[in-house]
């Protein structure tokens, strides 16, 4: 017959607790990590709608199906290790909308990616929301493709942020007409 030992319980009673601790710890790294990733949606939508209102244009809405299909590609683009309008499946934007069911007369995308990093050449320190934010969307407009889809006649958006393990993150911003 097996006995255990007082010494062996309190490893046991020790080990679980911090196993359990672990988890606890990484159910929180997982909500603040989500907090962020929506935190720096939510900055880039108000940052392109800012550009938007400069110009006189009408402000962008934003989407649940289109952050989903923004996120999805932004997700797709770490995991698989690759930075393009095409994917991994060779599907474009629109076909990736079509794929998730979801309606348009009109669609457009943007991707970018700037390290979560103290020292970002354009950007400076970029580890907050309003920080990396700001330096993707800059970027953005600083390029005449990427720029005339912020201003272009769409009335929604979507924006999709993931991180690599190297805290480099991943934005797609989905812009359609239902």
């Keep these: 017959m097996y006995r255990i030992t007082f010494i062996q319980k309190m490893t046991y009673l020790f080990l679980m607790t911090l196993l359990l601790g672990c988890s606890k710890e990484a159910e929180v790294t997982a909500e603040i990590d989500l907090t962020l990733k929506q935190q720096i949606a939510q900055k880039i939508l108000a940052k392109t709608n800012a550009i938007r209102s400069e110009k006189g244009l009408s402000q962008l809405i934003q989407n649940d199906d289109m952050d989903k299909l923004a996120t999805v590609h932004s997700e797709n683009m770490v995991s698989f290790d690759f930075f393009d309008h ?6 474009t934007p629109s076909d ?4 998730l069911n979801f309606s348009w007369s009109s669609i457009a995308e943007n991707i ?3 390290p979560w990093f103290e020292n970002v050449s354009g950007c400076g320190d970029t580890r907050s929301a ?3 934010s700001e330096c993707v969307v ?9 720029y005339a889809n912020m201003i272009g006649d769409f009335s929604e958006l979507g924006v999709g942020v993931a991180f690599t ?4 993150a991943y934005f797609t911003q989905v812009f359609r007409i239902p």
């Design 86 to 91: 095409v994917d991994h499946q060779q599907k």
């Design 96 to 99: 990736r909308a079509d794929d």
């Design 112 to 114: 970018g990616y700037v």
């Design 130 to 132: 309003e920080a990396i």
């Design 138 to 146: 800059e970027g953005w407009k600083n390029s005449p493709g990427h």
């Design 165 to 168: 393990q190297d805290s480099l």
